[in-house]
């Protein structure tokens, strides 16, 4: 299975699901590091048009290209159904942001092979990386 750094290397676009086009909401911040870091960020929320000034969708199967990771921005008993369709539109890695667990849906995932990260911010692995020199700062 794949390590945070590995994901964070390998991976380069990151379908944001929760994704606000308010600001002062974490997901906004999260997804604009990770815009500014290099990743192509793609916005998965019903309630929005856009954020970041991306086109945004509905849901993961919306999404017209091949995403990485998808970073999930929701309650944790709500991320079962957001993996199950990670899973089905083939992404390499589900990641539940920090505060976020669900074992069942974690292991859901491992089961069909994608990796799994669980309860960690990936804005701030991604400054903890660069700071250490394991990866570049963009």
């Known amino acids: ?11 380069h676009t990151v379908a944001v699901v929760g994704l606000s086009s308010n600001p002062e909401k974490a997901s906004h911040r999260v997804a604009a ?3 500014s870091s290099g990743y192509k960020v793609i916005p998965v929320n019903p309630k929005e048009k856009e954020a970041l000034g991306e086109k945004a969708y509905s849901d993961l199967s919306s999404i017209p290209e091949k995403v990485d990771v998808v970073d ?3 309650r944790s008993e709500d991320v079962l159904p957001t993996v199950e369709e990670a899973i089905k539109i083939g992404a390499g890695a ?3 942001q920090l505060g976020v667990v669900n074992q069942g849906a974690a292991d859901k995932a ?5 990796a799994v ?3 960690a911010c990936m804005m701030r692995e991604h ?3 660069c ?3 394991e990866l570049p700062r963009t």
């Open 72 to 74: 999930i921005f929701r």
């Open 110 to 114: 491992e089961e069909a092979g994608l």
């Open 127 to 129: 400054m903890d990386l």
């Open 33 to 35: 590091y990770l815009k």
């Open 1 to 11: 299975m794949k390590t945070i750094k590995e994901i964070l290397k390998d991976c």
């Open 94 to 96: 589900v990641w539940m």
């Open 117 to 119: 990260v669980m309860d």
């Open 131 to 133: 700071d250490q020199g």
